[in-house]
């Protein structure tokens, strides 16, 4: 196809040449691999990103259930929540420190401090929270 740009001047257009396709096509090759590598970090990343904040709340749900439970000497003793298909809940205790105080007025009072110990197996890794908890 031909073009008059000014009198007497002639550009004649033509399509793309074999050299100019076989560049675009190996800056393709290299520009697409590194997007979908990409996009693969990002989706695996929030998958490991969504599975700890699951198994967080798993634990902080556990250590208050359990703080709205009866007292117990065992880790045996306390009910534990519902888990979703995938992840396990353990609960470990151990006595921290035992006390005695003088009551005010009538027999000394002996407490105990229990360390409660939730650790949360998910999908990709595991998570431990502890609290203690004061029987009186």
């Keep these: 196809m031909r073009q008059r740009n000014r009198p007497g001047t002639v550009i004649s257009q033509r399509g793309m040449t074999l050299l100019e396709i076989v560049v675009a096509l190996a800056l393709m090759g290299l520009v697409i691999p590194l997007v ?5 970090a990002i989706t695996t990343n929030t998958d490991h990103v969504y599975d700890r904040s699951v198994m967080l709340e798993l634990a902080q749900t556990q250590l208050e259930y359990i703080e709205s439970q009866p007292y117990s000497e065992s880790a045996a003793g306390y009910t534990l929540v519902i888990t979703p298909s995938g992840y396990t809940i353990q609960v470990q205790t151990a ?9 005010p007025k009538s027999t000394p009072t002996q407490e105990t401090v ?13 998570l431990a929270v502890s609290r203690y908890r004061v029987r009186g």
């Design 36 to 40: 979908l590598g990409g996009l693969s």
């Design 95 to 103: 006595t921290a420190v035992t006390y005695t105080y003088a009551a």
């Design 114 to 126: 229990q360390l409660i110990m939730v650790t949360v197996s998910g999908v990709y890794s595991s």
